[in-house]
């Protein structure tokens, strides 16, 4: 069973920045496309960020689209989402997730991603 693990998350103020992390055990390493998706309280998990398993490829929903950067180590076999100029509406708890097939191109729909992590939450306080 593959494993997938964020961390980095916690509590930033309103303007400011921070990075959260994700790690997968996959094989065959950077084959599949990666993807951050978020759940604020009360709200259904919505897309965020996706990269291809290349890392050329990048996928923003509007709401982040300026502010968030997604990035991927392939040496490391690690993701990144860089936040910039963070809202109280970005408060959720983040996951990351991996994607369904491989050599697949990146998607903004949570079923085409077949390993999840189990969150790292993200406060911006106002």
């Known amino acids: 069973q593959a494993q997938v693990a964020e961390s980095g998350g916690g509590l930033v103020q309103t303007g400011g920045s921070l990075r959260i992390s994700c790690t997968t055990s996959r094989r065959p390493r950077n084959a599949y496309a990666m993807a951050w998706f978020r759940q604020a309280p009360g709200k259904e998990r919505e897309f965020v960020a996706a990269?291809?398993?290349?890392?050329?490829?990048?996928l923003y929903s509007d709401s982040v689209k300026g502010r968030f950067t997604i990035s991927r180590d392939g040496a490391k076999n690690m993701g990144y989402l860089q936040m910039n100029s963070l809202k109280p509406d970005d408060t959720a708890v983040y996951y990351c997730?991996?994607?369904?097939?491989?050599?697949?191109?990146?998607?903004?729909?949570?079923?085409?991603?077949?390993?999840w992590g189990q969150g790292t939450q993200v406060t911006v306080s106002s």
């Open positions: 990269i291809s398993f290349t890392g050329t490829q990048t």
């Open positions: 997730a991996s994607g369904r097939t491989a050599l697949g191109p990146p998607r903004t729909t949570a079923d085409e991603y077949a390993f």
